[in-house]
């Protein structure tokens, strides 16, 4: 296990102790503000509401008051934090690429066309000692509709969805020109004062079906609501080697789809769920039924992982999202449950269909299929 470990968290020969220790302070601050900046910036205000300079945090609340309803209205998205240099140190890490399974590709800076032969190693993935991100596409998403992103699995920490759709890191404003993607949070954490405003700058909203109306509802397009279907349980399935996926009865995804006719995107990030170990908790343990237990009331699930040396920081294994095609979507105001289970179907469909034509390519053995649960 410790061989194990030393290998996967081991950095490319070639790195620089300097890019080295960005990487893993990047990994860090990140790791950190998934775990505590709520917490950090909370006490914060406390500190200054009761200190001397306590007239600006009132003028702050008044603001916040304000303000209340932006997360909920497409939130605040700032190009300048989604650029940050940090989050390619981040990527850098793994590191972190996307596949939307096609002709053009994202290398580093430059966006590049691949050949179209068969015969060319246009999906050879990106290997664990390479530090370039590539996006790669055959087809264009048209940036005059709107979009919902299935994003799976969940992982521990969703680490695949937010470097590749909360930053810019690899290259997805190039490869999606007009697209302005959305990741869906959790709302409770937009009552967080200044927590919450950090994380909408890169793009976070709330998961409330109305946040994600609002985003399909807009007449110009562009807009994508990006949603790990799994939700906050299926990350207690995000194990080495795991491929379980709770969709079954995930279906407000397609409804919302199907009422704003926004056409249907299934992802995959092959890797997500290599990143952390877990403590063991097979569904009828008493670890299970406590953290099944204890989700409804704290609105997430509480994952007992570790990385490298029981340390919160993921292993260093490479991450790859796969973009699928678009599932065109007519609109219906009020769709019926046989139209929305008709659509959930297809959904099923295509994304296991995308899984099992692109997981050689990632290491996946051609016995393992996906657990749908």
């Not at 596949?99 to 966006?111: K, T």
């Amino acid at each position: 296990m410790v061989a194990r470990e030393t290998a996967l968290y081991r950095m490319p020969a070639s790195s620089s102790c300097l890019r080295q220790s960005l990487q893993v302070f990047a990994v860090l601050q990140w790791v950190f503000s998934f775990l505590g900046l709520a917490q950090v910036c909370l006490a914060a205000l406390i500190l200054v509401l009761l200190g001397r300079a306590w007239i600006l945090a009132v003028l702050y609340l008044v603001w916040l008051y304000r303000d209340r309803n932006t997360p909920w209205e497409g939130g605040r998205r700032s190009a300048w934090v989604r650029n940050w240099a940090i989050w390619s140190h981040f990527r850098d890490y793994f590191p972190i690429s996307v596949r939307p399974s096609g002709m053009v590709c994202w290398v580093g800076a430059q966006l590049q066309k691949r050949p179209s032969s068969p015969k060319s190693n246009l999906h050879a993935p990106v290997g664990c000692a390479s530090s370039v991100s590539q996006l790669v596409k055959t087809a264009e998403l048209d940036p005059s509709r709107n979009y919902v992103f299935g994003i799976h699995p969940h992982g521990v920490m969703v680490i695949g969805a937010f470097s590749n759709f909360c930053t810019d890191a690899t290259g997805f404003s190039h490869l999606f020109p007009g697209l302005r993607p959305h990741l869906l949070m959790l709302p409770c954490w937009f009552n967080l004062p200044i927590f919450r405003d950090y994380i909408m700058c890169a793009g976070l909203v709330s998961s409330d079906k109305a946040s994600a109306s609002y985003l399909l509802s807009r007449p110009q397009g562009g807009q994508v609501a990006v949603l790990s279907v799994g939700g906050p349980l299926e990350a207690l399935e995000a194990k080495p080697g795991a491929l379980t996926l709770r969709i079954r009865n995930q279906k407000g995804f397609v409804k919302l789809a199907l009422e704003h006719g926004a056409s249907l995107v299934p992802v995959f990030s092959f890797g997500e769920n290599e990143l952390f170990q877990q403590f063991p908790n097979p569904p009828g343990s008493w670890v299970r039924r406590a953290q099944e237990g204890l989700q409804p009331l704290l609105r997430v699930a509480l994952p007992l992982f570790r990385g490298p040396w029981g340390l919160p920081l993921p292993f260093r294994s490479p991450i790859h999202t796969v973009v699928g095609a678009p599932i065109p979507v007519q609109r219906i105001q009020r769709p019926s449950r046989e139209q929305v289970d008709a659509l959930h179907a297809i959904y099923v469909e295509r994304l296991t269909q995308l899984f099992e034509e692109h997981k050689a390519r990632y290491g996946v053995p051609a016995d393992r299929h996906l657990l749908l649960i």
